[in-house]
């Protein structure tokens, strides 16, 4: 819903549509953005310590992305793996594979078995599994029943030697399988967070105020997070416009720029409410004074606190009064 209503806010400012299921996955200045850590507002991608691996990491293609969502959970992190795959992607340490032909499988995570279809493709390759034989080893290992693990090592070991691979190789291959295949997270689920975080992480490169409006809109109800996103707002040079009973619609806004705050997000004043307020202007034009909006609005409105509610946000002020003296009338 948030993507949407950013969508719908470019396409208001600018004419376009972007066509959200077909960006470029390479685009640098998405990157270069995550990378400083930039991400609040990113789906999956916002919390601190996320922010932290991140720019540990320094991501620059779409594969470190999907490896993020698979190795940030505690699994891997509590085996330090997260900090293993930053340090082999950033040459800090040696890419080692547990067998040269299992480079093609483990390359593009190097050398680390992350996902759960790594360790099915692991056991096709090395032990001749047939892919229904490799996912009854990803159920078991996930399982962890000691007389099924039994009988799966000594299917595999056997596999390895039909395959010509020397015994021992089977033996420690499993052993390194069964030890990572407990952290293993299924890399199309993966695949799909890391392109909605992706298409989340763009619009913010690409549409700042737009995409801030929609998400300030989806958390309208959460204060703390409403807060969270303004002070993100300020830290990247988007002001943000007190509401106004003649500029404001139900949701916030990006005009030129600038985010201009939602009504309905104000205390107190609900959707309904709102909603009445746009309706009458739209229908006979702008508020003239505070006398004319009592006037024209519907009575549902004026009601005492959503009036001063609106007052203390600052919906008059356009209108030349001052909060405090509305409020002694």
Not at 34 to 53: H, N, T, Y
Not at 178 to 192: D, L
Not at 292 to 298: N, P
């Amino acid at each position: 819903a948030t993507i949407e209503r950013a969508l719908e806010l470019i396409e208001r400012n600018t004419g376009i549509r972007p066509d959200i299921d077909d960006v470029d996955l390479t685009d640098d200045e998405v990157y270069a953005m995550l990378r400083k850590g930039d991400s609040i507002g990113v789906f999956q991608f916002e919390g601190g310590p996320m922010r932290a691996l991140m720019r540990n990491l320094g991501p620059d293609r779409f594969e470190h992305l999907i490896a993020l969502n698979a190795l940030y959970r505690p699994g891997p992190l509590g085996a330090g793996m997260h900090l293993e795959y930053a340090d082999r992607k950033n040459g800090k340490a040696a890419v080692d594979f547990p067998h040269p032909d299992l480079e093609s499988v483990l390359a593009d995570t190097y050398g680390i078995m992350v996902y759960q279809e790594q360790v099915m493709q692991t056991a096709q390759r090395i032990a001749g599994f047939s892919m229904a034989d490799a996912d009854s080893l990803r159920k078991a290992m996930g399982k962890k029943i000691p007389a099924v693990m039994k009988e799966q090592q000594e299917k595999f070991v056997a596999g390895c030697v039909a395959s010509g691979y020397d015994e021992q190789l089977g033996k420690d291959l499993f052993g390194f399988i069964e030890h990572f295949a407990g952290y293993g997270f299924n890399k199309s689920h993966s695949a799909a967070y890391a392109l909605v975080a992706y298409q989340t992480a763009w619009l913010k490169a690409h549409y700042p105020a737009e995409y801030m409006a929609a998400l300030l809109t989806a958390v309208k109800r959460d204060k703390d997070k409403t807060a969270a996103y303004l002070h993100e707002c300020r830290m990247m040079g988007i002001s943000v416009r007190v509401p106004g009973v003649n500029v404001s619609e139900r949701d916030f806004l990006a005009h030129d720029s600038e985010i201009i705050f939602g009504l309905s997000a104000v205390r107190n004043v609900g959707e309904a409410v709102t909603d009445l307020i746009v309706a009458e202007r739209d229908k006979n034009g702008p508020y003239e004074s505070f006398f004319d909006f009592i006037e024209r609005v519907d009575i549902q409105v004026l009601n005492k606190r959503t009036i001063e509610s609106m007052i203390k946000a600052g919906a008059f002020d356009s209108l030349g009064y001052s909060r405090r003296g509305l409020l002694e009338v």
